[in-house]
């Protein structure tokens, strides 16, 4: 027999100052945002030019926001609205853990929106800006999750070298989901975004890098929830698909659509 992984305890919570505790979780969140924010203030100086680093810098504070209100909120509508509707103040308890990318993509996008309209600045361009460095954010998630020991896999077939015990799910040997996901929607879909960025004449078809982020990332979504074991309040839900996999449907076919449409901007 193969010899199965247990997985390694790590604390949660990185420092503990009193009642202060800084998690790997947070630490995820504010990683990808100072270094996507950093990055696209460079970015957006690439021809065609779609705004100033002045302008980045302020919209770092909406993008914060956006994630963080829109994750929340995305988890608690799409996941367990019963449980949160009978006890609102639960939804501010974020430290307990609960959000969703697809509830802080939708967050970011109200928070460009509001703020390119406010700034006059292209929508779309804008908006490819951000996509390109999105998926740092989203691969450091994953390995929080990691680290936390949390949405774990599905049951491993026997063969499988890197099986892994997770002491919280039992002690059926597991795919480390979390690190498939790290690797495909962090790794592989950052590659992808900065190779593309690259091409001027690709940055200058405002809409086309926000349409291959959300095309890759719905791709990478749907293959990873085959290896994550459902979130056990919902389970799998019609023809054996799962929340994750409904909820990247639509951004694929908005991807698709932004591909199609995007057209060469005008200075």
């Known amino acids: 027999m193969i010899p199965v992984l247990l997985f390694p305890q790590f604390d949660p919570v990185i420092v503990q100052l009193g009642p202060l505790s800084i998690r790997w979780y947070a630490l995820a969140y504010i990683t ?25 810098d302020d919209f770092l504070t909406w993008a914060t926001l956006g994630v963080v209100l829109g994750g929340r909120l995305g988890y608690v509508l799409f996941y367990q609205p019963s449980v949160y509707l009978a006890h609102p103040s639960m939804i501010l308890a974020v430290w307990e853990g609960g959000m969703s990318f697809h509830g802080g993509m939708l967050g970011v996008a109200v928070a460009v929106s509001i703020f390119c309209w ?39 077939p026997e063969w499988l070298p890197w099986a892994m015990i997770f002491p919280r799910a039992g002690t059926v040997p597991r795919h480390p989901s979390q690190l498939y996901e790290a690797l495909m929607e962090g790794v592989l879909l950052a590659t992808l975004m900065f190779v593309m960025s690259r091409r001027e004449s690709i940055r200058a078809r405002f809409g086309m890098l926000t349409g291959i982020f959300l095309c890759g990332y719905a791709v990478a979504r749907i293959v ?15 023809f054996g698909t799962t929340m994750g996999q409904i909820l990247s449907i639509p951004m694929l076919i908005a991807g698709i659509w932004l591909i199609a449409r995007a057209r060469v901007s005008r200075p």
């Not at 100072?34 to 970015?43: A, H, S, T």
């Not at 691969?139 to 491993?156: H, K, Q, T």
């Not at 990873?224 to 019609?238: H, K, N, Q, T």
């Open 32 to 56: 990808g945002l100072v270094v996507g924010w950093r990055l696209v203030r460079r970015f957006v100086r690439q021809a065609p030019a779609v705004a100033t680093e002045f302008q980045v």
């Open 118 to 156: 406010r700034n006059a600045i292209p929508l779309l361009g804008f908006a490819d800006r951000i996509a390109i460095v999105a998926p740092i954010g989203l691969g450091l998630g994953r390995v929080a999750n990691f680290i936390n020991g949390e949405l774990w896999g599905r049951p491993a």
């Open 224 to 238: 990873g929830e085959y290896f994550r074991e459902p979130d056990a309040f919902l389970g799998f839900l019609s």
